[in-house]
Nanobody, 124 residues
Framework: QVQLVESGGGLVQAGGSLRLSCAPSGRPITLYDMGWFRQAPGKEREFVSAFIRRGVGTRYADSAKGRFTISRDVAKNTAFLQMSSLTPEDTAVYYC?????????????????WGQGTQVTVSS
């Protein structure tokens, strides 16, 4: 079992930036594909971004392209989601996810491990 330790959420004004972090506790990040989903109040959980092919490739939701950047620091064993130009529509609980092998990263059922979630609130 892998525990995903998340941090970095908070309150930011529209146009601002936040960086989310996620670390697989006790396991090397290089063993996993990793990514983020988010869920806004009253809405379904949706894909945001992911590494695929053990970090060789990346995928982004249309809403994230050009504003969000996923990265990882192998030495720190941590994945990051840098979010900029935030809008109130980005307000949600953001969940870090990990799995050994991902074919389609955009579907929730593809992911084995989920973090506890971190709240991101963007004020107008």
């Amino acid at each position: 079992q892998v525990q995903l330790v998340e941090s970095g959420g908070g309150l930011v004004q529209a146009g601002g930036s936040l960086r989310l972090s996620c670390a697989p506790s006790g396991r090397p990040i290089t063993l996993y594909d990793m990514g983020w989903f988010r869920q806004a109040p009253g809405k379904e959980r949706e894909f945001v971004s992911a590494f695929i092919r053990r970090g060789v490739g990346t995928r982004y939701a249309d809403s994230a392209k050009g504003r969000f950047t996923i990265s990882r620091d192998v030495a720190k064993n941590t994945a990051f989601l840098q979010m900029s130009s935030l809008t109130p529509e980005d307000t949600a609980v953001y969940y870090c996810v990990a799995s050994a092998t991902i074919i389609n990263p955009t579907i929730t059922s593809a992911w084995t491990f989920w973090g506890q979630g971190t709240q991101v609130t963007v004020s107008s």
